[in-house]
T-cell receptor, first 111, second 114 residues
Framework: SQQGEEDPQALSIQEGENATMNCSYK?????LQWYRQNSGRGLVHLILIRSNEREKHSGRLRVTLDTSKKSSSLLITASRAADTASYFCATVYSGNTPLVFGKGTRLSVIA | KAGVTQTPRYLIKTRGQQVTLSCSPI?????VSWYQQTPGQGLQFLFEYFSETQRNKGNFPGRFSGRQFSNSRSEMNVSTLELGDSALYLC?????????????FGPGTRLTVT
């Protein structure tokens, strides 16, 4: 069963706008990871944030983690058409447990 | 450095047959995980192998099995195929145990069962 649940399920924005996706989970985690998938291909790792971290950046990506609310958000600034993809959060209970993926947010960036 | 490769990329099988999928991890990676992706169930974890030992297994029937070789390459096998096994099968590798580090995914094998 899925641990993380992304919200919204789908998001459509104009190029240049910011996109925010949220992930909520149910139990305590060791870390949370965000991945991107283009059109049914393999996933690409974006950011890993550990339970003792609150915010991480990578280029135009910013991830926050609020363990008290059991939620994380992914912000993509100045979106481009190439950002069109599905975005998944994956939670990890402990260092030796597998990733549990949510069902993803489908982002469409319109040029 | 070469990425994760999966073969074959596409496969069509008939109900009742069996299939073997192959995954070559990034050089030096010791962990290989397998996932099944379907529109209805999303990404479901199948199993993880680390140093030739199965470390975790997802909630799949015994028809799904796998193994890892000494060079870290991995295979998964599905016997007695059912229509519901049609899916994109993804493998991912990582340096450390899956969950401790970022995972690198292959392009997947799309299996269609008719």
């Amino acid at each position: 069963s899925q641990q993380g649940e992304e919200d919204p399920q789908a998001l459509s924005i104009q190029e240049g706008e910011n996109a925010t996706m949220n992930c909520s989970y149910k139990t305590s985690i060791n870390n949370l990871q965000w991945y991107r998938q283009n059109s049914g291909r393999g996933l690409v790792h974006l950011i890993l944030i550990r339970s003792n971290e609150r915010e991480k950046h990578s280029g135009r990506l910013r991830v926050t983690l609020d363990t008290s609310k059991k939620s994380s958000s992914l912000l993509i600034t100045a979106s481009r058409a190439a950002d069109t993809a599905s975005y998944f959060c994956a939670t990890v209970y402990s260092g030796n447990t597998p990733l549990v993926f949510g069902k993803g947010t489908r982002l469409s960036v319109i040029a | 450095k070469a990425g994760v490769t999966q073969t074959p990329r596409y496969l069509i099988k008939t109900r009742g047959q069996q299939v073997t999928l192959s995954c070559s991890p990034i050089s030096g990676h010791r962990s290989v995980s397998w996932y099944q992706q379907t529109p209805g169930q999303g990404l479901q974890f199948l199993f993880e192998y680390f140093s030739e030992t199965q470390r975790n297994k997802g909630n799949f029937p015994g028809r799904f099995s796998g193994r890892q070789f000494s060079n870290s390459r991995s295979e998964m096998n599905v016997s007695t195929l059912e229509l519901g096994d049609s899916a994109l099968y993804l493998c991912a590798s990582s340096l450390a145990r899956a969950g401790q580090d970022e995972q690198y995914f292959g392009p997947g094998t799309r299996l269609t069962v008719t």
